[in-house]
């Protein structure tokens, strides 16, 4: 199985939450109920994978850059 990159991953949970906003309880024709998925779950998968490709895209916010700045003469 090939290892998922963020951003599928995050495609992946987003599509998720869009089915659980759909309905996220259905009951079948023999009485069963069947829950997609926790949506509160989702959403805090959504906000970690969101970060983690901010982070890794560089549009995570501010860069320190660590150092000291030489002169140039």
């Given at each position: 199985m090939a290892v998922k990159t963020t951003l599928?991953?995050?495609e992946?949970?987003?599509a998720a939450?869009?089915?659980v906003m759909g309905?996220?309880?259905v009951t079948l024709s023999t009485g069963q109920q069947i829950t997609r998925a926790d949506l509160k779950a989702l959403e805090a998968r959504e906000q970690t994978l969101l970060a983690r490709y901010n982070a890794e895209s560089g549009t995570g916010g501010?860069?320190?850059n660590i150092g000291?700045?030489?002169r140039t003469y």
């Open positions: 599928e991953q995050l992946e949970v987003q939450i869009t089915a309905g996220q309880s501010l860069a320190i000291i700045p030489r």
